[in-house]
């Protein structure tokens, strides 16, 4: 195997088996910096051997084993390889010594017997402030370069290397334990973690790399991690929400794109395609959290996401209950992101007019900055009103801001539309011009 090669087999791996290798070598070692440390060191030795051996049949339980056998005397010392993890002496890790790719067991403790869960609560720890708890979620839990968390952030590369590295410091010098908290303390430490999970899952879906198409490891393991705390935690609704949310969005997967890779708006996706097994099992999720007397934001968001699931076409879309949703979910957390949907569901429910308005108060948001969906939205928004030369505007730059090839090449065709000449305007009552509507619901795409 050409380095080439193995250096994207690495990469690969590392994006879909970085939280369970993360989670293994902080088990052993007890400290999230020294993890990250022998994780470096094991891709290294993939990157040495993978091109004379190739990829092994196991390759995460390669990277890991290999992560231990180079700890070696230095974690030996400190007593990390001679019996004394989790207090039971005698006992080592299962592979010390060999990078054969044979798998890793660990015996279960404490109250949440899942290391990757564990690794969960200790990278929201409440020690870190909410913006490094995400870029630490996204490099250890996601496996994301550094450039790719900033893209994910939108915030330059040199800010979330520093974000990356402040927080790993911040737990391994406070010493903060590899454990998930208990009884009350555990659900009192749950937003950032619903959070962080909410995060590895739209990384996955969006695939902020734009490399077109989701990173399907991410959502799984969303996913996973979401039902084991919806197990832990019946009595918490917002764990519910946030199942149902991820369960309703995955179970478009297989419509988000067309036959060559193109992304495929929510509007013009063929429902055929929806997964109904996923949508009964979000539903399902939504029911349980909606008994809480007060929906909180993922809540709201599921049912934002059912309304649509629950729609035979997008003609049927209930936009009047999305609208009100939306108003509700933007009381309770404000972000220019959820006002640019309302707006969208505003246009869709009442006309263009009335959503533009909305849109146009955002233009001055510092937080929009650099963000194509704000002049996506107000470029369809144009179209709607006849004013096809702004649109076409409006869609070009779009396209400047944009990250993903495909996306950006579907936003230069309809600028080119907009700007040929003669070009009718759109009447108002046409299916085809509903699902021109390309504002991504907070639902996704």
């Not at 993360?22 to 070692?29: H, I, K, S």
């Not at 339980?61 to 207090?87: K, N, Q, S, V």
């Amino acid at each position: 195997m050409a380095v080439s090669e193995t250096q994207h087999a690495v990469g690969r791996v590392w994006r879909a088996e970085s939280a369970r290798v993360m989670a293994g070598l902080a088990r052993a070692a007890g400290d999230i910096g020294a993890a990250q440390e022998l994780a470096e060191e094991a891709l290294a030795a993939a990157l040495e051997r993978w091109p004379r051996e190739g990829v092994p049949d196991d390759p995460g339980a390669w990277l890991l084993a290999a992560g231990r056998r180079r700890a070696g005397e230095p974690l030996r010392r400190r007593g990390f390889l001679d019996g004394e993890i989790a207090g039971q002496p005698g006992r080592r890790p299962a592979g010390q010594g060999r990078c054969d790719g044979a798998a890793e067991e660990f015996p279960p403790g404490g109250d949440v017997q899942d290391d990757v869960l564990r690794l969960v609560f200790t990278v929201c720890h409440p020690l870190l402030p909410a913006k490094a708890r995400a870029a630490l979620a996204l490099r250890l839990l996601g496996g994301l370069t550094t450039g790719e968390i900033a893209r994910a952030l939108l915030v330059a590369e040199a800010t979330a290397a520093e974000r990356v590295t402040g927080a790993i410091g911040a737990l391994s010098q406070a010493r903060v334990p590899f454990e998930a908290p208990a009884g009350a303390e555990l659900a009192g430490r749950l937003p950032p973690v619903l959070e962080a999970v909410h995060l590895i899952f739209t990384e996955g879906y969006t695939a902020a790399a734009g490399d077109g198409g989701a990173r399907g490891a991410l959502c799984e393991e969303a996913l996973r991690l979401g039902g084991v705390l919806a197990g832990l935690l019946p009595g918490q609704a917002e764990v519910h929400g946030l199942l149902a949310l991820m369960e309703i969005q995955a179970s478009r997967s297989a419509a988000r794109t067309g036959p060559c890779g193109e992304p495929v708006l929510l509007l013009e996706q063929d429902r055929a395609k929806w997964d109904r097994a996923a949508i009964a099992r979000g539903l399902a999720a939504l029911a349980r959290a909606e008994q809480a007397a007060a929906p909180g934001p993922y809540t709201l968001r599921a049912a934002i996401a059912a309304c649509h699931a629950r729609a035979g076409t997008a003609a049927r879309t209930d936009w009047r209950r999305i609208a009100a949703l939306y108003e509700a979910l933007v009381r309770q957390s404000p972000s220019p992101v959820a006002e640019l949907n309302r707006a969208v569901a505003l246009t869709m429910a009442f006309g263009p007019q009335a959503g533009l308005r909305l849109v146009d108060g955002l233009a001055g948001d510092p937080r929009m900055d650099g963000h194509p969906l704000l002049p996506c939205v107000r470029g369809d928004l144009l179209v709607r009103l006849g004013r096809t030369a702004e649109a076409g505007r409006e869609f070009r730059r779009a396209a400047s801001l944009t990250r993903d090839e495909r996306e950006r090449s579907v936003l230069l065709a309809r600028a080119a539309v907009c700007e040929a000449p003669a070009v009718p305007a759109l009447s108002e009552d046409t299916a085809a011009q509903e699902r021109r509507i390309s504002a991504r619901q907070t639902s996704g795409r």
